[in-house]
């Protein structure tokens, strides 16, 4: 059986001034962004992409990141401990940061960004879609650095179960790695792929929903689910895994849509 190896979240610290790995991961996911908008826009230069304007989209979903992340995380799971420790809610360096919710501030500034240059927010979306599961990769990095959301009960005789002392003495799965490989690694490549070739418009982003809502629908099995505000609802699915399924239906019904069909 594997041990957390329980790293320090403090990457460096010089006098009061501290660099936390999660901010760590959030800045290697933003330097990725750039890295690989760019170098799609050299492969698709039909696309009329630039270097300042991936620079002004990157500054737009970063907000939208950080403020709809940290409020879909106060909102989905987490209202009552928010409310108890309100001035908690702007320490974004300790971790806590919903998907879900930065996906809904990221839709609100490929709108705003979609509007501002001229462009559909489908083709905005379908240029962003490959973009993003990498940092989601380095996202997961820092949860499991920071050693929170751990995964559930896992058999004795699994050979990379992992023990969280400092949760309980159980075998659990490594659910952040699960998730690393699969929404962030595998996705990646997926989706860098099929956006190679001219596709309809919609379909690249039709491709993202469909993948990671899947993705994160099955994650959610080996995960420690956080009940959040719904609760646990009909079949036993968590608060992730229903907010995961309007992601796929809406990707299904988008790349149908892309297809003229």
């Known amino acids: 059986m594997l041990i957390y190896p329980q790293i320090d979240p403090v990457m460096v610290q010089i006098g009061p001034l501290a660099v936390h790995w999660y901010g760590m991961m959030y800045l290697l996911a933003f330097a990725a962004f750039v890295w690989l908008g760019r170098m799609q826009a050299r492969r698709q230069p039909e696309r009329g992409w630039d270097a300042q304007q991936i620079d002004e989209l990157l500054f737009a979903g970063v907000l939208g990141v950080i403020v709809g992340g940290r409020l879909g995380e106060v909102i989905f799971y987490q209202p009552g401990y928010f409310a108890e420790h309100p001035l908690e809610i702007f320490a974004i360096w300790q971790g806590g940061m919903s998907f879900h919710g930065g996906f809904i501030g990221v839709l609100i500034a490929l709108a705003w960004f979609a509007r501002k240059t001229g462009r559909s927010f489908l083709q905005v979306g379908d240029f962003v879609a490959p973009l993003v599961p990498l940092g989601l990769a380095f996202g997961r990095l820092g949860n499991f650095i920071n050693g929170e959301l751990w995964g559930r009960e896992a058999p004795a005789d699994l050979p990379w179960a992992m023990l969280y002392p400092h949760v309980d003495n159980l075998p659990r799965h490594p659910s952040q790695i699960y998730q690393m490989a699969g929404e962030g690694v595998l996705l990646f490549v997926l989706l860098w792929l099929y956006a190679r070739r001219p596709r309809a418009t919609g379909a690249v982003s039709a491709f993202f929903l469909i993948g990671y809502g ?39 019904w988008l790349l149908r849509r892309a297809r003229g069909l």
């Open 214 to 252: 899947s993705l994160r629908f099955g994650a959610e099995f080996f995960r420690n689910p956080d009940s959040g505000f719904l609760g646990y609802l009909p079949l036993g699915l968590s608060t992730a895994q229903w907010l995961c399924v309007p992601m796929v239906l809406a990707g299904a």
